[in-house]
Structure formats: C-alpha cells, structure tokens
C-alpha cells in the first residue's frame, strides 16, 4: 500500500477539513497524519494530509481542487526515497553528515552523485561508493561551467539539488531550471550577514549567537524561503575563525533537518516564506 501526502494553500472558509478528508474517504483512503494552520491576518488556509491506498496522484489533485477556492494550490505526490545530486566544495562537514546519514539509511533519499569544484571531497565520497565528479572553474567563465554542471546533472535527473557548503553562485539562468529543487546551508542566521563571510561579519559586528540557516534557493542570493534554523551562543572570546569551527556542528544539523523536512513533503512554499509542518 502507498503513502501519499497532499500538500494544499487556499483562501480561508469553513469546511475546507471536511471536504477535504471526505474526498479521501469516498475515494477509500486512510487518513493517518493531518496537520492545518490558518493565517488570519491574510485569510489564508494551510494543510498538509498524509494518507494510505492506491492513486494517481494528478487525478487525485484534481479531485481535490474541485472543492476549492479559486487559485488554490494543490499538491499530491507518493512518499517516497527522491533523488539527490549533493553538491559541495572544499569543506567536508556537511557532506560528511549527509553521506553518513544515507548510509545509515536515515534519509528519505538516494543520493545519485556528488559533484564538486574541487577533489579535496573525492576521497570522502569513495568511502561511501558514490560517484564523484570533480568539474573545475579553472579557465572557465561562470556560463561554461555552468553549462557543465547541467550537462552533469541531467545523466542522473534528480528531484533536488543539495548545496553541503558549495561555494559558489549560480546564475539566474542556471536557479531557474531547478524551481523549488535546490536546497542550501547558508553560514549564518539569515537575514543577517548575507554573501560571504558571514562569520567576519559576526566578528566584527560582536554578535552574542551565530547561527544557520537552511532555505531554498532563488535568484536573489541568500533570500529564498527559509525552511529551517538554528544557534549557538558565542562571546568576545571567539575569533571568526573558532566562530567558524563552532559552527560547522550547527550547519550540519541545520542542513540534515531541512533536508529531512523537505523529503517527507512537510514544506509547503507560500511566497518568499513556508509553512513547516513538523
């Protein structure tokens, strides 16, 4: 038997639960996990609905929209293992937890290869009997590589890219492919300190936590829509440098618990913001 999970955003009114789950019962499926919230200040209705059975899930999105208002989204997909492309660059740490973790079979997923800018992951990776492909910026202008990086990705087709530290920007051409598909591990408790080196800009500013920030990535650099966060407290004691080496622990985990919400279909996208349904 299959696990689905509906993903829905609409206008507010009454009723909305019950005819939602009356479609799922009609249809004979067993609703087993059920999770609503309601935005007032907008009038906006949120929910997330896992459920038991047999569907095609397009048909079934369908159905559902039949019984609701004008403009709502409407998601069904199977709960299932999706398919990643991890993309990293010098730093190991988050990686590391990621391949660990799929090794251990603690993620939703299956992760189809990791590509770098660099070798000094390589070896890493080969512990773990995945395939590693080192594609260099050396010599090349960002549209050239980019063109290889795509060229790369589309033998594996992946259902999300994952950046564990990969230092580098895309270009707007490049995010626009992969809408809603790419998840990031951002050094610092955005909005603060954007860009790079986030953990100078702690130093220098004398904050008292740092923190990470996993979110998904747009066009606009470090400002797609948070999924989840977290920090550490830290003093006038620390260099950017034991700033950094502190935080990589609270990235690690930052990355691994959004990774793990967005595979279960628990993210729900509204705007610039989501809905986490924990």
Do not use: W
């Not at 019962?25 to 949120?46: A, C, I, L, S, Y």
């Not at 397009?58 to 998601?75: H, I, N, V």
């Not at 913001?273 to 924990?278: A, D, G, K, L, N």
Request: net charge negative.
């Amino acid at each position: 038997m299959a696990i689905y999970v509906g993903l829905i955003a609409c206008e507010d009114r009454a009723g909305l639960v019950h005819e939602i789950t009356g479609v799922l019962f009609k249809r004979k499926f067993n609703v087993t996990e059920n999770q609503e919230f309601v935005d007032h200040r907008q009038g906006r209705f949120f929910m997330r609905t896992q459920f038991e059975g047999q569907a095609e899930a397009a048909a079934l999105a369908f159905d559902l929209r039949q019984f609701l208002p004008k403009g709502a989204l409407c998601q069904v997909r199977e709960l299932k293992a999706r398919r990643l492309v991890v993309m990293a660059s010098a730093e190991p740490h988050c990686l590391g937890e990621i391949l660990l973790r799929h090794f251990h079979h603690e993620l939703n997923a299956e992760i189809l290869a990791v590509l770098s800018q660099t070798n000094e992951c390589r070896d890493l990776t080969a512990r773990f009997g995945l395939p590693f492909e080192h594609i260099p910026v050396a010599g090349q202008e960002r549209h050239a590589h980019e063109a290889q990086i795509l060229k790369s990705i589309a033998k594996y087709q992946p259902d999300y890219l994952v950046l564990a530290r990969y230092m580098r920007i895309f270009s707007e051409d490049f995010v626009g492919r992969f809408n809603q598909s790419i998840v990031n591990i951002h050094h610092s408790f955005l909005p603060a300190f954007i860009g790079k080196n986030p953990y100078q800009q702690a130093y220098e500013r004398g904050v008292k936590i740092i923190g990470a920030t996993a979110h998904f990535v747009t066009k606009d650099l470090d400002e797609g829509p948070i999924i989840t966060q977290d920090v550490i407290h830290v003093d006038h004691t620390c260099s950017p440098e034991a700033m950094a080496r502190l935080g990589q622990d609270v990235e690690k985990l930052v990355l691994m618990r959004g990774l793990n919400l967005v595979l279960e279909d628990r993210v729900l996208i509204d705007g610039n913001r989501t809905i986490v349904f924990s």
